[in-house]
């Protein structure tokens, strides 16, 4: 079984930047694509950023596309997700999840493991 762990979310004034990080266990990081989902009150999960097996292809959704950047240390069995220029739209609680192939993905049904989610919230 493998285990997700998110870390970094926070309070942030919009304008503002945090890092994410997701750490999983196991010896299998470097063999699948990661990504990053969000969930805000009363909305569903979405997309916000995948990263192929050896980082070589990232994929954003409109919303964070050149905000945001995501990237992985496969030593380090760790993604991450650079957010900069942060909106009050981008409260959400975050999601790391682990693809069930090398290839980055936008959707939820090609992901197996979640993590437990990390909250960020933007004031305005």
């Known amino acids: 079984q493998v285990q997700l762990v998110e870390s970094g979310g926070g309070l942030v004034q919009a304008g503002g930047s945090l890092r994410l990080s997701c750490t999983a266990s196991?010896?299998?990081?470097?063999?699948?694509?990661m990504g990053w989902f969000r969930q805000a009150p009363g909305k569903e999960r979405e997309f916000v950023g995948g990263?192929?097996?050896?980082?070589?292809?990232?994929d954003y959704s409109d919303s964070v596309q050149g905000r945001f950047t995501i990237s992985r240390d496969n030593a380090k069995n760790t993604v991450y997700l650079q957010m900069n220029s942060l909106k009050p739209e981008d409260t959400a609680v975050y999601y790391c999840?682990?693809?069930?192939?090398?290839?980055?993905?936008?959707?939820?049904?090609?992901?197996?493991?979640w993590g437990q989610g990390t909250q960020v919230t933007v004031s305005s």
């Open positions: 196991g010896r299998t990081f470097s063999i699948y694509a």
């Open positions: 990263i192929s097996r050896n980082g070589g292809i990232t």
């Open positions: 999840a682990r693809g069930v192939t090398s290839a980055s993905s936008k959707y939820a049904r090609d992901y197996a493991y």
